[in-house]
């Protein structure tokens, strides 16, 4: 089959990288995760009180821990991939657009580092 | 304005009475970024019981008055209509209920349930106390 592309977006080199669907894919696949997840952390947090001590002693219970950190990793994956779509969409300037993807990825990966953290030091009583 | 040329505009936003679906469908976004900052500061919160007690209380402090509950119960409200509209988008990314009908049935449905979700929620959380 003939190259239907121009002599110069060919030496452009852009176009596809195969991996059109992947983000997609990951908005839906953790949006899918986080269903059960967040109703149990809706109706968890409701049903207890929530002074420090048994703040603590919930998030020390195994079941919990692993809960939480699955729910802190999946909500700052899906909310990274959903800023950067809101981004792209009404950041025209490509600078001012590509600084901010980069800065809203950095601080998902902080957060949720922080997050998975401070379940864990609860969690091993450290 | 050319009065010859009789083409559909796009909708002037001013002026255009977005539907319900549409409407709705920037409240999805609208909520995802509420809900970011809300993750944000959930974090900050479980770093703080992480610290020490202290800490804890003097963020527990502010949310448990009542400028920190009608906070909460917004960031409830958003945290449930974004759950129950994110899930009318994975039907529709499964190719079900596109028709115009149906969109316009489910937006309803998404934020009835986001209601009922959100009252339950806080009847749960304010009898428990």
Redesign the interface.
Known sequence: MSNLRTPLSQAKGLGSAKEGTTHFLRQRLTALLMIPLILWLGFGLAAMPVDHATLIETIQHPAVTVGLIILIMATFYHAQLGLQVIIEDYVSTKSTRLVSIILITFLCLLLGVVGVVSVLKIALGV | MNTQNNRPLSPHLQIYRLPFAALLSITH?AT??I??MA??L??WI??A??SD?ES??SI?VHLSSWYGQIFLIGV?LS??TH?CN??R??FW?AGVGFELETAAKSAKMAIAAAVI?TV???L??LN??
């Open positions: 976004r995802g970024v809900l970011s993750a944000l959930m974090i479980l770093a019981a992480a007690a804890y209380a527990q409830t945290l449930y759950l994110g899930i988008h994975l990314d979700l339950t929620t806080w749960i959380a428990v106390g």
